[in-house]
């Protein structure tokens, strides 16, 4: 319903990680490869964003996500 109403939805880790950006870039592409398959088998559109956990991302995870066709990732301030 929501994919219907024209609401985006994005991925976010398998696991909660503090500190995605340390897992090695296997590790992370697994942990949205996962979340990828899982809601593909819900989703009408393949998803193409990402929320990364505690706003924690480096090169490796820029990487991992490029090579699994995720177009845009963003970060949450917790500091309001």
């Known amino acids: ?8 939805i994005g991925l976010h ?5 503090k500190s995605l950006d340390r897992l090695s870039i296997q590790e992370q592409k697994q942990e949205y490869q ?8 819900f ?7 990402v929320s990364y956990p505690f706003s924690a991302y480096g090169p ?4 991992a996500l490029k090579d699994l066709d995720l177009q845009l990732g963003f970060c949450s301030n917790m500091h309001t």
């Open 13 to 17: 880790s398998r696991t909660p990680p």
């Open 1 to 8: 319903q929501l994919e219907d109403e024209g609401q985006v």
């Open 60 to 63: 490796e995870t820029l990487r």
């Open 34 to 41: 996962t979340e990828l398959d899982r809601l593909g088998k």
């Open 43 to 49: 989703l009408k559109v393949r998803p193409w964003s």
